[in-house]
Antibody, heavy 114, light 114 residues
Framework: EVQLVESGGDLVQPGGSLRLSCVAS????????MYWVRQPPGKGPVWVSR????????DYADSVRGRFTTSRDNDKNTLYLQLKSLRVDDTAIYYC???????WGRGTLVTVSS | DVVMTQSPLSLPVTLGQSASISCRSS???????????LNWFLQRPGQSPRRLIY???SRDSGVPDRFSGSGSGSDFTLTITRVEAEDLGVYYC???????????FGQGTKLEIK
């Protein structure tokens, strides 16, 4: 059974930083692209980033490029999202997901507020 | 960038009746590889989105055959026959054909009891 478990969400001040993690199980993590999607409160999902199975290619949405960094550790079956220069409008539930978003984790809440 | 437009945004239904949701894209979603990457998701209250339909009309494992997807080019429809209480929530269409800008979601359609 595919499982994705995110963690690391917290309340942080504008301009702050945070690192999110997503631990995967139930599939061969090292052979799949992985995705980050976020959902602001009361709004629809928004794609954030994707990373190739070997980490050799990473794409970002315009809204986070230069501030967020995606990485992975295939030995630990773990996906990461480093968030920097956080803004109030980065407040959202952050989900990791498999290709074509067929499986999602439960998400972790990031709140950016002073 | 491609824009996904859903209608209606709110859909009151009587249990046991049928419901249809429209999704239109600002560009054709036909990929050069011959596939059309249009997915449908359901998000129940307090849960992560769940994929129901991929590549326009293919149902994910465990999705009842009451759900069907149709369409081509830039015009798509999700139809639910004999709506049940477990079908209530917000439905999103999403395109995966055009990169950049990456996965792009519609605004969502809230299916609720009339």
């Amino acid at each position: 059974e595919v499982q994705l478990v995110e963690s690391g969400g917290d309340l942080v001040q504008p301009g702050g930083s945070l690192r999110l993690s997503c631990v995967a199980s139930g599939f061969t993590f090292s052979t799949y692209w992985m995705y980050w999607v976020r959902q602001p409160p009361g709004k629809g999902p928004v794609w954030v980033s994707r990373i190739k199975f070997d980490g050799s290619r990473i794409d970002y949405a315009d809204s986070v490029r230069g501030r967020f960094t995606t990485s992975r550790d295939n030995d630990k079956n773990t996906l990461y999202l480093q968030l920097k220069s956080l803004r109030v409008d980065d407040t959202a539930i952050y989900y990791c997901a498999t290709p074509a978003l067929d499986f999602w984790g439960r998400g972790t809440l990031v709140t950016v507020s002073s | 960038d491609v824009v996904m437009t859903q209608s209606p945004l709110s859909l009151p239904v009587t249990l046991g009746q049928s419901a249809s949701i429209s999704c239109r894209s600002s560009q054709s979603l036909l990929h050069s590889d011959g596939n059309t990457y249009l997915n449908w998701f359901l998000q129940r209250p307090g849960q992560s989105p769940r994929r129901l339909i991929y590549k326009v009309s293919s149902r994910d494992s465990g999705v009842p055959d009451r759900f069907s997807g149709s369409g081509s080019g830039s015009d798509f429809t999700l139809t639910i026959t004999r709506v049940e209480a477990e079908d209530l929530g917000v439905y999103y269409c999403m395109q995966g054909t055009h990169w950049p800008p990456g996965y792009t979601f519609g605004q969502g359609t809230k299916l609720e009891i009339k």
